[in-house]
Structure formats: C-alpha cells, structure tokens
C-alpha cells in the first residue's frame, strides 16, 4: 500500500499558515472556527476507499466511486496547501497497474512536434533541469451538485479541488533541449498510460486532452507532489502539469506530449468536456473546457452543519482567479446585500495557488448565508450567476456556493 507521510518542508508550511492566523488577529481564544472541530466522521454506509487510494483520510472524504473522491466542506483546514491524503481523485479510466511505479525512473514518454523528436524516461528528464510550482487542481464538474437540472456525473460541491506543490520539468525547457517546436503547431497534446480494453476504438476511451500550446510556458512534466514521488492515484510516475487549466487537462501517467496542428481525435477531446448548451448535443464546435474562472467558496464556520454560537467568529475560505493572480475577495454574510474585504493570509505562492482569506465577523443568533467573491488582478470578478451548461462544468458561481448557518 502507498503511503504519504507528512515530509518536513510541507509541515513547516503548514505551520506558518496557521501562524499567519494568528499574527492577523484571526486565531484568538473564543473565535469560533471550523477547523477547531474534528472532522465529521464518515457515515455508517460510506462507501469505503479503493485500494490504490487506501491511504486517503477516509474522515475527510466523501467516496462518490471507485474513480471519484472529494474533500468534506469542513476538511479544507487552514494550510494553503492541501495534504495529499486529502486531496480529491477523479479519474476517467481505472487507474493502471501499481507496478508501473516499481521503476519510476524508467518511465517513458514520447515527446512528438519538436526537431529532435525523443523516447525520454523519467530519469533522462530528471537531467534538463527542475522546477517546482504550486497550482490549484480542481476538477471541471466542480460545483455540479448545485446545478438544479441535476446533470448526470459526480454532483460535487467544493471538493474537487485543491492546492498542490508540484516539482518536476519545465516544458518549455524540454522543448528547448530538443530543438524547440517543428512549425507552428496551435497545440499542446498530452495522451494518458491507462490500459484500454482490447476490440475496442482506442479514440472512444484514451484520455488524450489538447490545449493552447501558449499553456507551455508555465506547465510542467511532474514526478513529485507534495514533496513526495507522485502516487498512483494523482498520475505518477509522471503529470503533464498545466497550471490554471482544469484538471483534466492535467494528464495522467503521461506516456506521450505532441505539439499539433489540430486537437486530439479522441472522444474526450472531440466532444467529452464541452461547453454544451442546454437541450443540445457535444460538439467540437463548442468551446472546450479549458482555462478556470475566477472562484472562491466559504469553509468555515458552520461546514456540514457544525454548531456555530452567537458572537464573534472568522469567516474563512479559499480563493483562486485560475490564469491570474487573487488581488481581493469580499465576504457577505447576508448572502450578498452588504460586503466587506477580506484579509489574505498564508503565504502567496504565485499566481497559479489559491489564498486563504479570513474575516472576523459578529454573528447574531438567527440564519445567516455566507458568500464569498474574489477579483483578480487583471479585474476579473467571480460571477454571481452559473453558466448554464448540459454536463454541469466550470460552476464558478458565488451565490451557488453560499453556505447557509443557523447560528444559536
């Protein structure tokens, strides 16, 4: 069984979030906060955790399915980091074989569109250089439980998603080593080492995703996260890494990167992950699923229906503009009419993370309905209102993720 122990440079990390806390003001006796609480065990009938996820946190999580794993509301504590055992899983296919991680070094990938086209393994790419970069990774159907229309798929709420330290090779000086991009190619294409079953058309199954090939310069070929070698369940032994793009675009157990002319022929491409209107059919006339939105949600207080008291409290959540940087996020906590600025706390790690943010608050006994909104630096604000889509994608909406509390 894989296994994550907390290494030292994450634990330093944590810890000075949560110093950062205190040093706003925001971590005082009496205040109330979410992470102050265990966390809410899981149910009597949860489903439980699938072997190549085993060492997940089963109390954090919510187990949708065998290839689907979100963080609990009330789990995202206050580390800007996320732990790998909490992070969320969503895979499109059944993740391969373990032993594909017996010789992480011998991994290969096939690097296609370049003028020195190469069979590379982990341990050559380990040679070119290294980098280490903190993204947000959040799934594309994030938010889709708040659809009304219930589209079909996983109905998660805010835990898909989550903020990661990856560390492997630049792209852009892979490219370079290899003589730089052969014509001008529109794309970037990442295809997946999954098995497929035989007698089938590969195209139909293969998660093989095509991106801007302007996504390069920032996005990475990772073997570690979270300081730790990259586990089966995130896509080692190796991640394509494009950082403010959706997870999907993150491509697992990576085994070929190709610069094209058009986007990929494969289903998941062609019509999988579309911006397909309502009543209406996925075409690859649609706009893809591609870049994030600007987006933040409230985690504390009162998370799953944790008892809050009348009196002073901290409003606390997570904040990210997906291709830009957080310049502020405004807290309402009545839902809306009235807004005041949150302070940033934590440490900023690029434009690519998410911020903490904390508002100290007095909170009357009564309902209250708690929403955040951020603008980013190039002035992007989070929607009020969710674009409407068949499948249930890219639910930015700040009103859909109000979290509701009774106070006492």
């Not at 330093?12 to 205190?22: D, F, N, T, V």
């Not at 971590?27 to 489903?47: C, F, L, T």
């Amino acid at each position: 069984m894989e296994t994550t122990p907390l290494n030292p440079a994450r634990r330093r990390l944590l810890a000075g979030s949560a110093g950062a806390l205190a040093a706003a003001g925001l971590g005082a006796p009496g205040i109330v906060r979410a992470a102050d609480a265990p966390a809410k065990p899981a149910a009597s009938a949860a489903k439980p955790l699938p072997p190549y996820a085993a060492w997940k946190d089963p109390d954090s999580v919510i187990v949708h399915s065998a290839n689907t794993i979100e963080l609990r509301r009330g789990a995202f504590g206050d580390g800007v980091i996320t732990p790998s055992r909490q992070l969320y899983v969503r895979n499109n296919l059944p993740p391969p074989d373990p032993s594909i991680l017996d010789d992480r070094d011998g991994w290969k990938v096939e690097i296609q569109g370049v003028k020195q086209p190469r069979t590379l393994t982990v341990g050559d790419l380990k040679t070119l250089g290294v980098e280490t970069l903190a993204t947000v990774l959040q799934c594309s159907g994030n938010g889709r439980g708040y659809f009304p229309h219930k589209p079909s798929g996983t109905p998660w709420q805010v835990g898909a998603a989550g903020c990661v330290m990856w560390t492997g090779v630049p792209i852009r000086t892979l490219v370079e080593y290899l003589g730089g991009v052969e014509g001008a190619p529109a794309y970037m294409t990442g295809t997946g080492g999954e098995t497929l079953p035989e007698g089938l058309d590969p195209k139909t199954l293969v998660v093989e995703r095509s991106v801007p090939r302007e996504a390069m310069q920032d996005a990475l070929l990772a073997w570690e996260m979270n300081g730790e070698p990259l586990s089966l369940a995130h896509g080692g032994p190796l991640r394509l890494i494009v950082p403010g793009y959706t997870g999907v675009n993150n491509v697992k157990y990576l085994k070929r990167l190709a610069f094209t002319a058009e986007q990929s022929p494969a289903k998941i491409q062609q019509t999988g992950y579309r911006m397909t209107p309502m009543d209406a059919k996925p075409s690859p006339e649609q706009p893809s699923v591609w870049a994030m939105d600007p987006k933040s949600w409230i985690t504390g207080p009162g998370a799953e229906g944790r008892a809050v008291k009348a009196g002073r409290a901290v409003v606390r959540g997570v904040a990210f503009g997906g291709m830009h940087a957080v310049k502020r996020v405004d807290v309402s906590i009545d839902g809306g009419k009235t807004w005041k600025q949150a302070a940033l706390i934590g440490p900023d790690l690029g434009k690519y993370a998410w911020r903490q943010f904390a508002l100290p608050v007095e909170l009357s006994a009564g309902q209250h309905m708690l929403v955040s909104r951020i603008e980013d630096t190039a002035g992007n604000v989070q929607v009020e209102n969710r674009i409407e889509n068949a499948p249930g994608y890219v639910n930015s909406s700040w009103r859909d993720h109000a979290l509701t509390l009774n106070v006492s």
